[in-house]
């Protein structure tokens, strides 16, 4: 069956952009894709130089810059990145990348390059009952996408980026997947000369600039203020934020409807921003679940709880007991997953607490199956036959009206 695909719409976007997303697990191809990817990754040692992992490591970087008043802030983001890679460049660098760090095997690095062309040609799907194949691009939602996206960035970036960087014309640069930021030195170059610059790397690949405004620019989900001499840090919301999370009445695990303000309460005491800034994200937080039916009385709760294990983690964490942790993670890699009807599942639950397994649950009612959902006629009247398997006569009826 061809792979079929999922159609997202980009609601913090001006104009509603699409994000086409193909589920490539029934895919003929896909088991040998998560094989081809999982040797890429063993045999590759990218070096990562300029990619940041989360918006904390990026804003610690940030406030240790040494900066002065010709210094600008730019983002940029890479349009339609996925869906535009060429296949040949995709070949060309993989095999940069093989021939780097696998000289000694030139015969599996072949094997590789092969089964790996075969496997990006196949980039074909359904929609409305009729096959598509783009002529070039990977599929977001193949097991390649984010290795072969990786491979292909970090070859531009370690022939272009090292030597504006080394020119001192871009002080800073960090990729997130494909979102760049970018501090200059305007003595030395422009917005208009950096974009230009880096549309013309790669035809494939355009970019689209974010700049300024009163010397503020955010970035994945920090806000960013400049001054002549120093940079001080917010957390940012975007636009369409509506802070709608799981209800607390909703017939959902306890641990998802938390999740989310363990991660607002995990970010506010993690990012290093302002004791202002902080007194105002917390109010944020508390509105957020005031709205959402939480007394304030278990957010507080959930703070200290958060931040008396993190504080724990940081006095007691010796090597031998994160060599023990390193080990339970080990062992305890395997995963089920319950259905959550309702809190007596928990007794089920606690059967599993001294096994190797993972219990993740499942919602029974969420927003998807309701879309999904089979319509169902109000009134089910009509004829029916009933046959007697022994003397096979039959018997017709009629229910309701028709």
């Known amino acids: 069956m061809a792979p079929k695909l999922n159609v997202y719409l980009k609601t913090h976007k001006d104009n509603l952009p699409i994000r086409p997303v193909i589920n490539n697990i029934q895919a003929p191809a896909y088991k040998t894709a998560r094989y081809v990817n999982k040797r890429i990754q063993d045999v590759l040692k990218l070096p990562y130089t300029y990619n940041t992992q989360n918006s904390q ?16 802030i730019i983002t940029l983001d890479i349009k339609d990145m996925y869906v535009n890679l060429p296949i040949p460049g995709i070949l060309l660098t993989t095999s940069f990348w093989l021939n780097k760090h696998n000289n000694y095997n030139k015969q599996q690095n072949e094997h590789i390059l092969h089964i790996l062309n075969v496997i990006i040609r196949q980039n074909y799907f359904q929609h ?24 292909y960035l970090q070859y531009f970036e370690n022939i272009y980026i090292k030597h504006w960087l080394d020119s001192k014309e871009i002080v800073f640069y960090k ?44 970035y994945l989900d920090i806000l960013i203020h400049r001054s002549n ?4 840090i917010e957390i940012y919301r975007k636009p369409t934020e509506t802070g709608t999370v799981i209800h607390l009445t909703s017939n959902h695990p306890f641990e998802h409807k938390t999740s989310a303000f363990l991660y607002y309460i995990n970010r506010l005491t993690t990012l290093p921003i302002t004791e202002k800034s902080k007194q105002k994200e917390w109010g944020t937080i508390l509105t957020i679940a005031k709205n959402n039916g ?9 703070k200290t709880k958060l931040t008396d294990r993190k504080r724990a983690l940081k006095q007691d964490c010796t090597q031998q007991q994160q060599q023990q942790q390193q ?22 639950f606690n059967l599993f607490r001294q096994t190797d397994l993972k219990i993740a649950f499942r919602a029974t009612n969420t927003i998807q199956q309701q879309l999904n959902a089979k319509q169902t006629h109000e009134d089910p009247s009509g004829k029916y036959e009933l046959k007697c398997k022994t003397c096979n006569k039959a018997y017709v009826g009629q229910s309701g009206k028709q």
Do not use: C
């Not at 208009?192 to 503020?216: A, P, R």
């Not at 001499?229 to 001080?232: E, H, K, R």
């Not at 939480?294 to 959930?302: G, R």
């Open 294 to 302: 939480y007394p304030p009385a278990l957010i507080y709760q959930l």
């Open 327 to 348: 080990i339970t993670t080990t062992l305890r890699n395997k995963w089920i997953t319950f259905t959550y009807f309702s809190p007596l599942v928990r007794k089920i």
């Open 175 to 218: 990729r997130y997947v494909h979102d760049i930021m970018i501090l200059y030195d305007q003595q030395k170059t422009d917005k208009h000369m950096i974009l230009q610059k880096i549309n013309e790397i790669d035809k494939h690949l355009q970019f689209k600039i974010s700049t300024e405004v009163n010397n503020t620019i955010n």
């Open 229 to 232: 001499d120093a940079i001080t």
């Open 128 to 151: 409305e009952g009729q096959i598509f194949q783009p002529e070039k691009g990977i599929a977001m939602g193949s097991a390649l996408s984010n290795t072969i996206a990786e491979m």
């Open 57 to 72: 490591e990026i804003a610690e970087e940030l406030l240790k810059l040494q900066i002065h008043e010709n210094i600008r």
